[in-house]
């Protein structure tokens, strides 16, 4: 295992940019030439040892494929940047761009994250324990999609625009989710197991929402472009609980099985072909009451 912690004057500066430090790339080196390794400080390359002490503990050796920052990194940009194997581990939160273009491995952030994490994700698994900002798995103002592949959870909350045009891939939001979300959606797959703000699902081309929150929802409000839930039983719900199970609320999968799935299509005003999945009680009801799938 790599350790790297901020040295004091890491304080002085705006934004740091550190794509590139990846488990992978680091393990084979030795701590002074990890050191070497060039990043970006406020747009000017620097030296990686500048601003981070480089340690390994006596035991790792041989390193293992593992990277672990510890400290505040909120003002670090592009952590996990073009990672493909290994396990990258942050002790506090994190700035903008969270796995930009990883396409492999582990990530796990003991915090916030800033915008756009996992925006760009290609492959592997992103979690973050703490709060997600605006277009996670999401598309960037000026891009085309957002999420490629790979696995996303967020166990707090997630600001809007969450996985807007988002191509491919998995998202678990275990936290509240604020507006926007999976607007523009193209695939993938959004599993939603807390409250909701409208609109949802704006301009969906394809994909899946699943809704298992506790809350009432209002489905005219919420899904707009929709249509009304029908009855349906679908024969590959079973297969994704069992590949998610231990990313949800431990009471979320125990009500689900005594739960009817009901499912809307849309986005129809664009002839999209998404779908939204919640579920009901035995009681039929005209608002969509996620209450009993907790």
């Not at 960037?140 to 996985?163: E, F, K, N, T, Y």
């Not at 297969?239 to 009901?262: C, V």
Request: hydrophobic content about 40%.
């Amino acid at each position: 295992m790599t350790i790297l912690r901020p040295k004091s004057q890491a304080l002085q500066y705006t934004r740091m940019h550190l794509g590139g430090i990846t488990p992978t790339r680091v393990s084979p080196l030795t701590t002074e030439e990890i050191a070497l390794l060039e990043i970006r400080v406020d747009e000017q390359p620097q030296r990686l040892g500048d601003w981070w002490d480089v340690s390994r503990p006596s035991s790792a050796a041989p390193p293992a494929d593992s990277l672990h920052f510890v400290g505040d990194c909120s003002r670090c940009d592009a952590i996990g940047g073009g990672m493909q194997s290994g396990t990258l581990e942050v002790t506090g939160s994190v700035g903008d761009e969270l796995a930009k273009e990883m396409r492999g491995g582990t990530l796990l952030v003991h915090g916030h994250a800033g915008r756009f994490a996992a925006a760009q994700l290609i492959g592997g698994r992103v979690e973050i324990l703490g709060n997600a900002g605006e277009y996670a798995a999401g598309a960037a103002p000026g891009q085309s999609r957002g999420m490629r592949g790979g696995l996303l959870i967020v166990h707090g909350a997630c600001d809007r625009w969450l996985a807007t045009r988002m191509r491919r891939g998995t998202v678990i939001a275990r936290g509240p989710v604020a507006a926007g979300c999976a607007a523009r959606m193209l695939a993938g797959t959004v599993v939603l197991a807390d409250t909701v703000e409208a609109p949802l699902g704006c301009g969906m081309r394809r994909g899946t929402i699943i809704i298992t929150s506790q809350n009432r929802i209002d489905a005219a409000q919420l899904l707009p472009g929709f249509t009304s839930g029908e009855q349906c039983e679908l024969s590959y719900l079973p297969l994704l609980w069992n590949s998610i199970a231990k990313y949800l609320p431990e009471q979320t999968l125990a009500k689900l099985g005594d739960e009817r799935p009901l499912r809307s299509l849309g986005d129809r005003t664009l002839q999209g072909l998404g779908e939204c999945i919640w579920f009901q009680g035995p009681a039929h009801e005209n608002t969509i009451d996620p209450a009993n799938c907790s």
